[in-house]
């Protein structure tokens, strides 16, 4: 499980199994408003974890060191994991805690204004998510492969790449969407 240890693993169990907006089986049809619906519930039971989490581990009174190192350990965990597969409650929870973490920083009524020390350190949670970010960014936008153009003869492209344009219009025929690239999905289906 991607070395996470046992706290991140269970807290992700918990937030894919109360927050995630779908229940039905992969490939299932559901409504879009179904969807819509249900992520409205799930935001709302996420920004109360998420608050909880905040206040006992970076709020509380104590100014417990240990509660804030687990922070710490438990966002670069969850950074770590955003963007794979098994854990699509990453990437929901990271976005809440940076929302409030953001608030914590700079608050809509000064009046509620956060100890230096606490917003220090949630700005230093938020520059770590940013920098990794980044970097993620940095590594796409290297990596980007580039399918070549319908109107290329078969001869000039590459066989690796003309895989992948194959692979990437099949699946965009499997949703039974109106995509700008249907039609050619469908005259490559039609050669098949």
Known sequence: DSGLCVWTHLLLRLVQSTCLPL???????????????????????????????????????????DSRAILDDLLEELVGVMYKPFWPGALALVRSIVQHLMGIVNPLDKKKLAETGTREFAMKLLSKIVARLCRNHAEVATSLIRLPPWSESPEKVSKDHRLLQHVALRVSLEEGHSMPWTEAARAVEAWE
């Open 23 to 65: 229940r039905e089986p992969i490939g299932s049809k559901v409504e879009y408003s179904q969807v819509l619906n249900q992520r409205a519930i799930s935001q709302a039971v996420l920004a109360q974890m998420t608050v909880g989490l905040l206040q006992r581990l970076l709020l509380s009174k104590g100014k417990d060191e």
